[in-house]
């Protein structure tokens, strides 16, 4: 059964630095999205991907973070400096492209937990 | 601003007994819902869905209702079983086909034996 990954599974770094979150969603999919979830705290939306460009992003998703497919594969989240409250579990997601715009089916991978220190 | 809450944040049942699992959302523009599952150190997992045209849809188990006139959804699963414990969130996808899904808290669904 096709599945979202995500590497690498712990990212542990220091305030200030880059990190770059990497996402292999299913292959027939067309829809790509990013999550977080703060430990203890709901799923938040961060931004969502299609034809090679953000289809819609959230207030969080401000100028330290990017998305790019950088390949036909990968799908990667880069946070450009990080901050401590960036310590949060990161859940890619990817879907079909539903033609009657009515079942949008996501499929998470296991998440990169970011620790920020 | 606009949010997707949950009534109860924990909720503990009988093997075998149904479970009933609520969710109030406020945007009045929502049209599609979906509820996850969630298990430990895992992802979030599609569960089912419902668009707003719909008051009700069964999948496997599960059954969702949505109820505009309120604002309410739930998510019921019949014959609970142990591999049920887990957290199920709601998420409201606003007008127009938007991927922006807002989140409810979360329910913790604990199966007793």
């Known amino acids: 059964e096709p599945e979202v990954t995500q590497t690498p599974s712990h990212q542990v770094t220091q305030m200030g630095q880059e990190v770059i979150l990497r996402c292999v969603p299913i292959?027939?999919?067309?829809?790509f999205y990013w999550y977080r979830q703060i430990l203890g705290q709901k799923v938040e939306f961060l931004v969502s991907?299609?034809?090679?460009?953000?289809?819609?992003k959230s207030e969080i998703f401000d100028d330290q973070f990017s998305v790019e497919r950088p390949d036909g594969s990968n799908f990667t989240l880069k946070i450009r400096s990080t901050k401590l409250e960036d310590s949060a579990m990161y859940f890619c997601a990817s879907s079909p492209l539903s033609l009657t715009g009515g079942n949008n089916e996501q499929f998470f991978g296991p998440g990169t937990r970011l620790t920020v220190l | 601003g606009e949010s997707v809450g949950l009534h109860l944040p924990t909720l503990s049942v009988q093997e075998g007994d149904n479970s009933i699992i609520n969710c109030a959302y406020s945007n009045s523009a929502s049209d599609y819902f979906i509820w996850y599952k969630q298990e430990s150190g895992k992802g979030p997992q599609f569960i089912i869905d419902i668009r707003s045209n719909m008051d009700k849809r069964q999948g496997q188990r599960v059954t969702v209702l949505l109820n505009k006139t309120v604002k309410h959804l739930s998510l019921q699963i019949a014959a609970t079983q142990p591999g049920d414990s887990a957290v199920y969130f709601c998420?409201?996808?606003?007008?127009?086909?938007?991927?922006?899904?807002?989140f409810g808290p979360g329910t913790r669904l604990s199966v007793l034996p």
């Open positions: 998420a409201d996808a606003p007008l127009p086909w938007g991927q922006n899904f807002v």
């Open positions: 991907f299609y034809n090679n460009e953000i289809s819609e």
């Open positions: 292959s027939n999919h067309l829809y």
